[in-house]
Structures are given as C-alpha cells and as structure tokens.
RNA sequence: CGGGGCGUGGCGCAGCAUGGCAGCGCGGCGGUUUUGGGAACCGCAGGUCGUUGGUUCAAAUCCAAUCGCCCCGACCA
C-alpha cells in the first residue's frame, strides 16, 4: 500500500480525554475514531489489525474442530423471555422496539439464539458433540464505558456454545476450549493466565477467565508466579484425546491463580510460596464457562441418547473479546515511541521509508523494492509522502510495523539499504539485491 | 445512577471572576529555501463559541433548560 493513497489519519498530540496508553497509541496511530460513548468507527489500519486477530480466533477455533456460523446482532424478545433473562439481564441489554411494536433487544450474548438453532434441529446423540460459534458485534450498555474499545459499549466478540450428551463429554468440550484459546492469545504474543472466575449473570458450575498481566487492567488478581514460566509442548494438539486436553488443562491450571472474585487468602498462602506469590492487574480476555442444563433445560434443547431416552444436552459457552484483544496486545507491547505489533497481528509486515523525497534514484529503488515484496505477497507501506524523512520515522514507529526498509542517497552511494526492527530498533545494512532475501528469512524466522 | 469536570476552526488549548473587534500552538492549502529523526520563512483558508430560551444598548462571557463527552464509584468480553 502506498502511504499517499491509503488513509490513516495520525495525531501528533495526544487526545486529553484518553486515558490509558493503547486508547492513546489507537487514537494517534488513526485506527479508531469515537463515534459515541463507548462506540468507535474502525479506521482501515485498525480495522486490518482487528480483522488479523480475528482470523487467528477462527483458525484456533476450526483447528479444535468447531464450526462457524452467523447469527444476528437483534434478536427477538420471546426467546429471551423464554430462558427468563429478558427480565433478569437488566439495563445493560438495549432493547429496540420495531414499527410494529414487536420487542427486539441488541444481542450482548447469544445462549438463547443458539439454542433454539440447536433444538430445531438437533434430535439425537449421534449429532453430538456439536460447538457451534461466531464471531459477531454485540452490545453492552455499560453503565461507564471508558478506555476506548477495551470497554467500548458496542465490541466484537467470539463466542461459542458447546452441546454435549453428557457431563464428561461437556467436561471435554471445556478443556478443548481452555487449550484453544491459550494457543490462540499465544499466536498473537500474549500471555494469557487462566484463572478460576465467578459465572456471573451466564450461570452454571465452572469457568476460567483469562487474564494478559497489565497495569492498567480492571481485575486484580492472585496467582503462583511459576505459572509464568510454563510452555506449551508442541505444536500439534489433538484435539479429540480427552485425556490429551486434560492433561494440558492440569498443566495449566494446577497453580494457583484466580481473580479477585475468588481469590481466598488462605489457600493462597498454603499452597504457594511466599517468593512466588504475585499480586497485580490483568485485562480479560476471555472467559469460559460449563453451565451443564441450565439453557437446555428451561428452552428444551434435548436430544435422544443411545437408550432411547430424551435427555437435556450439557451446555457450555465460551468467550473471546476481539475488539479488546487489539488494545490488550497494544498495552502488552509499545514502547514511548508507539505500538510494536507481534507480526501476527501488525496491519503490515514492513514499511519502507525513502528518505530523500524527489531523489530520483532513491524513489527508484523505493518503487522496485515496493513492487517486488508487494508481489511476493508481503503487506507492505510504502511511505510516499513528501515528508521529511524524521516525520516518516516517527510515523512508522507510531504505527509500529515489525519492519522498516529506509531507502536513501547516503546508504546507496555503496548500494546498500537499512533494515530495522521495530521491536529492537536493531538495524543492518544490505545490498539493495540481497535486502528481499534477508527480510524473507527475518520474516520467517520472527514469526 | 451518585460525585466531579468539560463543550470555543480538524487536534490541543487561552479568553469567561469584572459582558464591548474571537485568539494562540499544531494541522491544512499556496509559494520560496530546505531534505537521514516530527524543517524555516512568507502568504491564505477555516469558527452560527454544543443547542434552545432569557437578561442587556451589547453575551463565548451572566441566568435557565437541554444535549453530548470525560474522570471517580457500584456493574461488565
């Protein structure tokens, strides 16, 4: 993409009504703009980023063998009269009346939507297990929303629901979505914990949030500071093993670590270490939850077991904040200069910068080198303005590409062009026919 | 919803106590000189001072209502 015929209208002063720094780096890097309280337009560098995060979620999600779907943001009130939460959920549900007085509400979850797709059509065992989820914007009017889209009222959020014959499968179903989701903020370059949460208004026995560690999260939270050192083995997960996941689950949930909401003192201070005891914030980015019948029970979602009998599916459902996920990598990586994107999830791979505007041969180079790695399929940025090369800089470090070629007469008096690394500010110089090659091997070998 | 604060060119703000030409910085546009870390100079454009009503010869400024936004708290991916 060339610079002078994209959009990303940056900010060199600081919004005042901004709070906390990914709120800050989101506004000045031109990748949200406030439509409303706790509303925001995406920008297209924001809406790239987004729109990366959320193909990571489904590829974690289709690899774990879930199926994707999509239901709507409105939804109709009988449904949730039926389940008796249309009355209990209160005044954060926004409710819409239509032309012809019919109750509609903007969906802040979708227990009710999705189990009423499953009792239409799902009669018998064998169609079991079954995960079904989306990715979708929902509602929420907070009372206060505040940090920009980390509580924004309006969010894109993943969430999916499981239905099981029985508790053991639904126990399995929990796992697969605990592993999933830890290979999932893994992708993106967070460290997520999960920790032993409240159900809340959804219900139901178990849950685990989880938690990426930040000062300026909402949640307090308690856990074993050894939990921070633990791995994932290998890649390669099967999904299906139910003793596979459980066993990845006890790996990750066998030290201490909850929230505030469940954090208990006593056990705290009996099963850990003082030297390894931690306090601090962390941001939520996902919650799963097992709810056994709670849905299925009240909206008749049953299906026929192997025996004959009519039994009611063990439900679960599972979360992940999309939107959030963009301000929590931001808070987890920036330095004082702006935003340094895992490249997982940067809105371009590389930025090349020519630092000579009207430089006939810089330009040149600048072109060909634009051309070939846009060719070989590399996001690129190419800045093309006739900035100064300061400005150009400090704009690629707002926007925090991984990678950044600068292009310029003094560098190619001797045929030579820079690359820098975002994270590192590490940068070498290389022979403008051997610059292509080395950002393919540092691309492949930083992924 | 309780408490606090703020609405003045695109952004950041001053002006308001004591009513009297609507200003500053950044940004934008044109020009000249510049050009490897957010250039300098010259010129230009851009504002019904959130909205409505009131007081007054005169309102950004005083009064009232209203809308919106932000912060603290209780609630939430």
């Not at 939507?113 to 079991?128: A, C, E, P, Q």
């Not at 299925?296 to 996920?325: D, F, K, Q, W, Y």
């Not at 200069?337 to 590389?350: D, K, L, M, T």
Request: hydrophobic content about 35%.
């Amino acid at each position: 993409m060339r610079m002078t015929r994209y959009f990303i209208p940056t900010l060199r002063e600081i919004p005042s009504d901004a709070q906390i720094v990914s709120h800050r780096l989101m506004l000045r890097a031109g990748m949200i703009k406030q439509a409303a309280a706790g509303i925001y337009s995406w920008m297209p560098l924001g809406l790239r980023v987004l729109q990366k995060i959320e193909r990571i979620v489904h590829e974690e999600q289709i690899r774990a063998g879930h199926i994707p779907l999509l239901m709507p943001t409105l939804q109709p009130a009988g449904l949730w009269r039926e389940s008796g939460r249309y009355d209990d959920y209160g005044e954060e549900m926004l409710r819409i009346t239509d032309r012809h007085q019919r109750d509609l509400l903007y969906g802040p979850t979708n227990e009710e939507l999705i189990t009423d797709i499953f009792r239409g059509h799902v009669r018998s065992y064998r169609d079991l297990p079954l995960t079904l989820y989306h990715i979708q914007w929902k509602f929420r009017d907070e009372i206060r929303p505040r940090y920009g889209i980390m509580r924004g009222r309006e969010f894109l959020m993943k969430d999916g629901y499981n239905f099981d014959v029985d508790k053991e499968a639904a126990i399995h179903s929990y796992n697969r979505h605990m592993v999933s989701y830890l290979r999932t903020y893994q992708r993106m370059g967070l460290q997520a914990i999960p920790m032993r949460a409240d159900t809340g208004p959804i219900g139901g026995k178990y849950s685990h949030e989880f938690l990426v560690l930040a000062d300026t999260g909402e949640s307090e939270v308690f856990f074993d500071s050894a939990i921070l050192d633990l791995q994932f083995e290998g890649r390669d997960i099967d999904y299906d093993s139910r003793g596979n996941c459980a066993r990845l689950v006890d790996h990750w949930t066998s030290h201490y670590a909850r929230t505030d909401e469940t954090h208990d003192q006593d056990v705290f201070e009996e099963t850990v270490p003082e030297s390894r005891r931690r306090r601090s914030k962390g941001i939520e980015v996902g919650q799963i939850f097992y709810f056994s019948t709670k849905y299925s029970e009240p909206m008749g979602a049953s299906v026929s077991n192997a025996n004959g009998e009519l039994v009611n599916v063990h439900m679960g459902s599972h979360g992940i904040g999309v939107s959030r996920l963009v301000g929590a990598i931001i808070e987890a990586s920036h330095d004082e200069r702006g935003i340094v994107w895992p490249s997982s999830v940067a809105p371009f791979q590389v930025g090349i910068v020519s630092a000579a505007t009207g430089h006939a041969e810089t330009e040149a180079v600048c072109n060909a080198l634009y051309q070939e790695l846009t060719g070989l399929g590399i996001e690129t940025l190419y800045d093309d303005r006739t900035e100064r090369a300061g400005a150009k800089f400090a704009t690629m470090e707002l926007i925090g590409l991984p990678w950044r070629i600068t292009v310029g007469p003094r560098g190619l008096k001797t045929g030579q062009v820079e690359l820098v690394r975002r994270k590192s500010g590490d940068s070498k110089q290389y022979a403008t026919g051997e610059i292509v090659a080395a950002l393919c091997y540092q691309l492949e070998a930083h992924n």
